[in-house]
């Protein structure tokens, strides 16, 4: 992620991934991610708690906020980058669901960092759009 998020066409292409005109759409974006990121930290509360149902229950809604944003990729527009999202949020949600049976927290941690990491790059991204259109 970090090599094409340097420079302008890797941003360009990032916000493109998801067909992003619009400051709604950038929103969106943006709190799907915090949503999702926000209910794994709660499922390793509840892992940590022995909670089984809680821990269930928002692991199962960080995997509709992580197929949200698959949803939401712009395939025609962002080209390879949204092909490379797509693969990895179908990752993230098969090691959720791992997580999820196995009790295990290191796949709950990864997948956080995962999503943090695009999660930083698309604030980044966002907030140099954001700086551009203000100085036009």
């Known amino acids: 992620m ?8 890797g941003q360009y292409r990032a916000v493109t991934a998801y067909g992003a005109a619009s400051g709604d759409r950038l929103q969106l ?17 509840h892992m940590a708690r022995g909670e089984i149902a809680a821990k269930g229950e928002a692991i199962g809604r960080a995997i509709g906020l ?7 990729l712009d395939h025609e527009r962002g080209g390879t980058i949204a092909a490379n ?3 990895l949020y179908d990752y993230m949600m098969r090691r959720l669901v ?7 927290e290191r796949r709950l941690t990864e ?13 980044s991204v966002t907030h140099s759009q ?7």
């Open 85 to 87: 999202l797509d693969a």
């Open 29 to 45: 974006i943006t709190r799907l991610m915090e949503g999702a990121l926000d209910r794994i930290t709660s499922a390793r509360g």
């Open 66 to 72: 992580i197929d949200g944003l698959r949803t939401a």
């Open 2 to 9: 970090h090599t094409t998020h340097g420079t302008a066409l």
């Open 111 to 123: 997948v956080a960092g995962l999503l943090d990491e695009i999660r930083s790059a698309w604030a």
């Open 130 to 136: 954001a700086t551009a259109g203000a100085g036009a």
């Open 98 to 104: 791992e997580a999820n049976l196995r009790d295990d």
